[in-house]
């Protein structure tokens, strides 16, 4: 088997696994000249993409594994996939490097993965003369080759079924091989875990027993420190025992003087007792003078806030009255504008004022309790009353020019009569809305 100088990439991957129909072979012959370079024309098909690492190879024929290769030749890859003369493409296999036996050969096109991609139909190489020797076979060696095929083709499917359940034991036993390394990685990182922690625990006890013996050291001289201080502690102690000889004496004495003074604080604390009671009388005199204070404080605020109220209103009743008096200047003033309006009306009737005067009547049934916005009354009943004035001297309206009393002249004198003018602001109400008149006129007395 010839080699180049990089093998190409193979895989054991089985026959059943390859995809023969992505990559055509075409114009295979059956037979070639071995001492004549070979040219291997092939076609790529849709789906198919090729890479760099591909190549073509001349395998014998019932090979199993692409390991199994002749020789072969890396494939060129085409510049644009999507022209069809790019999908064409072909090797040439050097003489040198070609099969010297007469065994059956085919092409296989192998992807970089060592996945088979294509195959071709099988050819042999043969020198030229052979080609016109004419090959007699009898019925016999048809029926033994025949037979010989089918041996062939029944240990074929044994190998296949063989090479499955290889396959599959080879599967079990990767699987088995990967649980066993994980266990031994586990064990191992376990191992790891424990020597480190031996490790650590070494070093702690060491450490411990440092310093277990650092503190023995530090004992026996603190042990001996003590030694010394126990025997000042006895001489002290002896000091003391001699001082507290002198404190009982002493004791006693304080005990006779805290005894007078106890004398003293019983005397002392009775006259603190005639004390706060004469405070406690004086308290309630105080409290009582503070309630007095305060209902004189009240009575007084409740008079300041009687005579304010009493401002109030003596000021609102000087506005009210203020209000009144200049409500009756201006009833005065529209007397005198009335009386003049009727003076004029009557004179521009011929009429004389003077001698109406006794006509308006006097009771609530009168004329003027009819009208009530006229204060004279109503100028016109009297000439009603009396005789019907002669047509010389009514004189004809302004607007229609109309002859007498006309709906204009009537329609001017009741506007007149039933409004309500504000003496302040001027403003104008009709009689039937007194009372907003009246709020109107209270309101610019606030």
Not at 279 to 297: D, F, H, I, R, S
Request: proline share 4%; glycine share 4%; hydrophobic share 30%.
């Amino acid at each position: 088997m010839e080699k180049t100088v990089e093998d190409p990439p193979t895989s054991a991957v089985l026959l059943d696994h390859c995809h023969f129909s992505q990559v055509i072979f075409n114009s295979v012959e059956k037979f070639y000249i071995p001492e004549v370079d070979v040219t291997c024309h092939y076609t790529f098909t849709q789906p198919f993409i090729p890479r760099r690492k591909d190549w073509i190879g001349i395998f014998r024929v019932g090979w199993k594994t692409t390991h199994e290769y002749y020789t072969f030749m890396w494939v060129n890859l085409p510049i644009d996939l999507n022209n069809e003369s790019a999908k064409q493409q072909e090797v040439q296999f050097k003489a040198y490097y070609l099969p010297k036996d007469d065994e059956y050969y085919q092409f296989c096109y192998v992807d970089q993965d060592g996945v088979v991609r294509g195959a071709s139909i099988p050819f042999q190489f043969r020198p030229e003369n052979e080609e016109d020797i004419l090959v007699v076979t009898t019925q016999g060696e048809v029926e033994e080759i025949q037979q010989h095929n089918k041996e062939l083709c029944k240990e074929n499917q044994e190998l296949k079924d063989s090479c499955v359940s290889l396959q599959k034991q080879n599967s079990d036993m990767q699987a088995e091989l990967q649980k066993k390394q994980e266990e031994l990685e586990t064990l191992r990182s376990i191992n790891k875990k424990l020597e480190r922690k031996l490790k650590e625990q070494d070093d702690y006890w060491e450490t411990e027993l440092l310093q277990l013996k650092e503190q023995n050291q530090k004992m026996s001289s603190e042990n001996k420190k003590m030694e010394i201080r126990v025997d000042q502690l006895q001489a002290q102690l002896s000091t003391q025992e001699k001082e507290m000889e002198k404190l009982v004496q002493g004791d006693q004495e304080k005990t006779e003087q805290l005894e007078h003074l106890k004398k003293e604080n019983d005397h002392l604390f009775l006259s603190l007792t005639e004390q706060r009671k004469d405070q406690k009388k004086l308290e309630q005199t105080v409290e009582e003078m503070k309630q007095n204070e305060t209902t004189a404080m009240k009575k007084q605020q409740e008079l300041m806030d009687e005579n304010f109220d009493l401002l109030r209103r003596l000021s609102e009743n000087k506005t009210i009255c203020n209000v009144l008096q200049r409500e009756k200047e201006r009833s005065e003033g529209e007397n005198d504008l009335l009386q003049r309006e009727n003076s004029r009306l009557l004179s521009y009737m011929g009429l004389d004022f003077n001698s109406l005067q006794y006509q308006v009547p006097t009771s609530d049934e009168g004329g003027a309790g009819q009208n009530p916005g006229l204060v004279y009354g109503n100028p016109y009943s009297g000439i009603q009353e009396s005789s019907s004035p002669s047509p010389l001297s009514i004189k004809k309206c302004p607007i229609c020019k109309a002859d007498g009393i006309c709906d204009h002249i009537l329609e001017q004198q009741q506007m007149q009569a039933l409004c309500l003018n504000c003496p302040i602001c001027g403003k104008t109400f009709p009689t039937r809305e007194k009372q907003i008149f009246e709020d109107h006129v209270f309101c610019h007395s606030l």
